[in-house]
């Protein structure tokens, strides 16, 4: 891409919250700052790409014939598109030069709140929304309960009390998120909140957490939602069809091997399956008149 950098959405968003930093005022500031790299479409300034040159850029792992002990996601025509085509390392560099320019971003927003008075006193949370398949089990973007698809960034920075740097295996959701801000900041929890605060993690990052992480996604093809719950070791799948997943996170991390039949991971099985809700409310449908339906007819508003 051609375009000045600084036409592009994530730069403009960040100088907008740059901005709010620099306004004077006497009351907390509480700033949601959305950045919309990496997500499809990779259009990034061409400096990005350079930092990737196509014939240094290595693929994910990957095992061929990786879907035959696995559910069918029914993507994988996408997939054989771009192995056809040759176009994965293009997809890939896209995806890699993507993410430096969002951390670039990201460079600018945390220099600009280090020159600020709030620097001391600010808590940092940094997050996504689901993560990203380049290829893995021959999926591409996410539709899927595989931890590729399920993990996302996560880092909290609390003044005073988060030990920065250090990381954690204890499971955590994106609902602990709230629960977390209201405790930092000294609010009541409310009581609808079905996440737990991940203080104690911050605390001291090998503190156990009780509640394991949950996951759901309803597939067209099926009537009921598949459910996913996963601890620091093993993660279990039960998707609508009946048909289950078990994978050994810890020997396995890219979820090769299918272990849900393996018999001495029974007990494990069962304490993960344990976890699962045992009533799942169906698909939420929405109106086709109202403006989140994707088929909705575009045209001008109603009164």
């Known amino acids: 891409m051609s375009d000045p950098e600084e036409s592009y959405g994530d730069h403009l968003v960040t100088d907008w919250a740059i901005e709010q930093m620099k306004q004077p ?20 300034p061409q ?4 930092l990737y040159p196509l014939d240094e850029v290595k693929l994910p792992e990957h095992r061929p014939g990786d879907l035959k ?6 993507r994988q025509g996408w997939h054989k598109w771009v192995t056809d085509n040759r176009q994965w390392a293009k997809f890939m560099r ?7 320019y969002v951390d670039h971003q990201l460079g600018r927003l945390l220099d600009a709140l280090d020159a600020s008075p ?12 689901h993560g990203f398949h380049i290829g893995e089990k021959e999926n591409w973007e996410k539709f899927a ?17 988060s030990k920065d740097g250090t990381k954690t295996r204890q499971p955590a959701t994106l609902t602990d998120i709230y629960p977390t801000l209201c405790e930092l900041a000294g609010l009541p929890i409310p009581k609808q909140c079905s996440g737990t605060s991940l ?16 996951t759901s996604f309803q597939f067209w093809s099926e009537k009921t939602p598949s459910l996913a719950v996963a601890d620091p070791s093993y993660r279990f799948i039960r998707y609508g069809n009946g048909f289950e997943e078990l994978y050994d996170l810890k020997n396995d991390p ?45 045209g001008k508003p109603t009164n």
């Open 94 to 100: 896209g995806y890699l030069a993507s993410i430096s």
């Open 118 to 129: 709030m620097k001391d006193n600010t808590i940092i949370v940094l997050l996504s929304d």
């Open 199 to 214: 203080v104690p993690q911050l605390k001291e990052p090998s503190t156990p957490k009780k509640q394991l992480a949950l």
């Open 254 to 298: 890219h979820e090769f091997t299918n272990l849900a039949d393996d018999p001495r991971l029974a007990k494990v099985k069962e304490r993960l399956a344990r976890a699962l809700p045992a009533k799942v409310e169906p698909m939420r449908k929405i109106p086709t008149d109202s403006r989140y339906h994707r088929g909705r007819k575009r």
């Open 47 to 50: 400096r990005w790409f350079d």
């Open 69 to 74: 002990d696995a559910h069918s996601h029914g």
């Open 25 to 44: 005022g006497d009351k907390p500031l509480f700033l949601a700052v959305g950045l919309f790299r990496p997500h499809i479409p990779w259009e990034v």
């Open 145 to 161: 309960l595989w931890d590729q698809t399920t993990r996302v960034p996560l880092f909290i920075h609390a003044p005073g009390l």
